[in-house]
């Protein structure tokens, strides 16, 4: 009895072969990543990743071969339709993009449609379709006319080949151009939005996708648009790769009108008076053919829509890595309502406008294709002079603190217990109620979960030298945090004969200019080791070498979450990263698993209201006992579509 690949090499391939009109080179073996595991607190890498088993042909003579159906091949003791439930999730809009899915065990096959949700009777395989037949059949289930002049995008060849791509990479591609090829057979306007993941290759993607609408004579001038000087860079590189010096990155000084390719961030072409901005200056409406709006979901609604408008002809792609729709939990502080409500209205916004996306890649997909890093997460709860629940539970009322050392944060007054509001949330403490007690707990806890966990050892024991982020409530809590980091790692090179490295803790916030140590953090080893910010890092850095994501401010949007844990990501096997902890001391975490789904309409008249009171002075607040006890050690997995903490 013949096992899958001889089924596959000894009946199916020959099959096609000699009886149904297919070519060698257009049946197609093709592996993923190998998945990475994590056992024992490090990763390892399976021996092998996904194999997938596609059909794949020229629409026409000498044009880009297109995958048309995926085969899963089972061997023959088993009836052919044994395999198509695990097959037919690769054509949902995910994976491969292709629109049929059979599954054979060499004598008979059955196959799914996509388009009809109808799977066939088993027949013999000497009735599987020609390439002739599939290829007609692809153009009906995907609505392109044959005769279309706007097929050569999707014909074009890639300028490096397609095997320059990942798979998914091709997939969203080829999506986004039978989307742009039906909206200009309609006359509709071109705009297309493509949700993956970060670390999935966004950038690179544009760049093939632009060479390919160049190549295949569609557009002459297009512009990448970003609003992180960190991303301009990196798109630069990737830019310059696909069109050379045709390529080129602006600046108010240069608006490079001579490049086929502009790399610009908002901010650039921004610049000006509102009479005379920079792009109304330099480029008249509809200069550009296309326009590739990264990181789509911040603010291309509000703040770049202008851009938008001025190039309303033009192809309007959006890449975002930001899932579409958010329930939030119930929230009192007023400034993470008007976040969520600020997130929201964009999301809406955005999928408005650009519409349904017509492929979408999760980072649990990337994780379990081997493509990113999976994280193992370590929960704690902190205890207020020994409270029975955490703080996280109960907050910090006036009457716990009423008999502590208040003072001014600024001033260094005294303060009596009125200065202190009834109730304190955790999304206020570290900005409104200041606690040194509890920043020298929480730091000297993750400094020896460092140590602890370092996969490295020094002499010493431990390492403390891992690259990682931690997300503080404020930039006065930044601060304190940094400084309490550094303290603990010179007494812990002091008590072990350590040398020090140039740069431990630094902030990285806008008040400081922090954009300027990311290359050092990126790049240098041994320096620039821990990172404490706010917002800046929450997106637009490519930091492969993070291992830790470190939560000591508490958070309430699905969003903002998880564009900070999109910081540790990525793979990074020069330095033999292949998976990336978070530490959450917050309950951040939780995050995992809500739906991302709008809420009803409120039932309220719109009215802005009352101007709330102004806020009570920052109260600093001593002589607090803390305990930070162990919560739980999760694993993350997808559960009905969404990422959900399970405990391994």
Same mark, same amino acid.
């Given at each position: 009895?013949r096992n899958e690949a001889q089924t596959r090499f000894e009946l199916i391939d020959p099959m096609l072969i000699d009886h149904c009109g297919w070519h060698r080179q257009d049946i197609r073996v093709e592996q993923t990543a190998a ?60 994976? &491969? ?21 109808? !799977? ?34 999707? !014909? ?108 610009? !961030? ?58 579409? &729709? ?6 009192d502080n007023e400034e993470t309502k008007k976040g969520i409500e600020e997130d929201q209205r964009r999301l809406a916004d955005n999928y408005e406008y650009f519409g349904e996306p017509p492929y979408e890649y999760s980072y649990m ?172 890092? !929450? ?21 903002l979450f998880h564009q900070m844990v999109g910081r540790g990501t990525r793979i990074d096997e020069s330095t033999n990263k292949l998976m990336f902890r978070i530490f959450d001391y917050t309950g951040a975490t939780a995050l995992f ?36 006890? &162990? ?18």
């Amino acid at each position: 009895m013949r096992n899958e690949a001889q089924t596959r090499f000894e009946l199916i391939d020959p099959m096609l072969i000699d009886h149904c009109g297919w070519h060698r080179q257009d049946i197609r073996v093709e592996q993923t990543a190998a998945q990475i595991d994590i056992v024992a607190g490090k990763g390892y890498r399976r021996p092998a990743g996904r194999t997938d088993y596609l059909l794949f042909h020229a629409l026409w003579e000498g044009s880009e071969p297109v995958p048309l159906a995926i085969i899963e091949a089972k061997h023959e003791g088993l009836p052919p339709e044994h395999g198509l439930q695990q097959g037919k999730r690769y054509q949902r809009g995910k994976l &491969h993009h292709v629109p049929f899915v059979f599954s054979s065990n060499g004598h008979q096959f059955v196959e799914y449609n996509e388009k009809s949700g109808i !799977t066939s009777e088993a027949v013999p395989m000497s009735e599987f379709p020609t390439p002739d037949e599939l290829i007609q059949r692809y153009f009906a289930a995907r609505d392109l006319k044959t005769d279309s002049p706007a097929l050569a995008m999707l !014909t074009t060849r890639y300028a490096k080949g397609r095997e320059f791509l990942r798979y998914y990479q091709d997939a969203a591609i080829r999506a986004a151009i039978e989307q742009l090829i039906l909206q200009m057979g309609t006359g509709q306007r071109r705009r297309v939005m493509l949700p993956l993941a970060t670390g999935a290759g966004k950038t690179r993607l544009a760049a093939a996708l632009l060479r390919k609408l160049f190549d295949a004579g569609l557009i002459g001038k297009a512009l990448f648009v970003c609003d992180r000087t960190e991303l301009r860079d990196n798109g630069l590189t990737d830019f310059q790769g696909a069109f050379g010096n045709d390529a080129a990155e602006v600046d108010t000084l240069h608006p490079q009108k001579n490049a086929r390719v502009l790399i610009a !961030t908002y901010q650039t072409l921004d610049h000006g008076t509102k009479e005379a901005k920079f792009f109304r200056q330099n480029y008249p409406p509809n200069y550009f053919d296309a326009i590739v709006i990264d990181e789509c979901h911040r603010s291309a609604w509000g703040d770049w829509h202008a851009i938008l408008e001025n190039n309303g002809e033009a192809m309007q792609i959006g890449l975002t890595a930001t899932p579409r &729709h958010i329930r939030a939990r119930k929230i009192d502080n007023e400034e993470t309502k008007k976040g969520i409500e600020e997130d929201q209205r964009r999301l809406a916004d955005n999928y408005e406008y650009f519409g349904e996306p017509p492929y979408e890649y999760s980072y649990m997909q990337g994780v379990e294709d081997g493509y990113l890093a999976p994280a193992e997460i370590e929960q704690y709860d902190i205890y207020h002079d020994a409270q029975t629940d955490s703080e996280r539970v109960r907050g910090i009322y006036r009457a716990d603190v009423k008999d502590k050392d208040l003072t001014d944060v600024l001033t260094g007054r005294r303060l009596t217990p009125e200065a202190v509001a009834e109730k304190t949330e955790g999304g206020s403490l570290e900005s409104r109620l200041v606690m040194p007690e509890r920043v020298k707990a929480m730091c000297k806890h993750l400094f020896e979960r460092l140590l602890a966990t370092g996969e490295t050892e020094s002499a010493a024991g431990g390492d403390p030298l891992q690259k990682t982020i931690v997300f503080c409530a404020s930039d006065h809590h930044a601060d304190r945090v940094t400084n309490e980091l550094n303290n603990l790692y010179a007494r812990w090179c002091i008590a072990n004969k350590q040398k020090r490295v140039q740069t431990y803790a630094f902030k990285c916030m806008s008040s400081v200019n922090g954009q300027a140590e990311i290359p050092d953090f990126r790049g240098r080893q041994r320096s620039h080791i821990i990172a404490t910010t706010k917002d800046l890092l !929450t997106t637009g850095v490519n930091v492969p070498c993070v291992r830790n994501i470190v939560f000591f401010r508490y958070l309430h949007s699905p969003i903002l979450f998880h564009q900070m844990v999109g910081r540790g990501t990525r793979i990074d096997e020069s330095t033999n990263k292949l998976m990336f902890r978070i530490f959450d001391y917050t309950g951040a975490t939780a995050l995992f698993g809500e739906d991302f789904v709008e809420p009803p309409p409120s039932d309220g008249d719109g009215g802005e209201g009352p101007e709330p009171p102004p806020p009570p002075p920052r109260v600093k607040v001593k002589g607090v006992k803390i305990d930070i006890e &162990h919560a739980g050690n999760f694993n993350l997995l997808g559960v009905d579509g969404k990422m959900q903490r399970v405990t391994p």
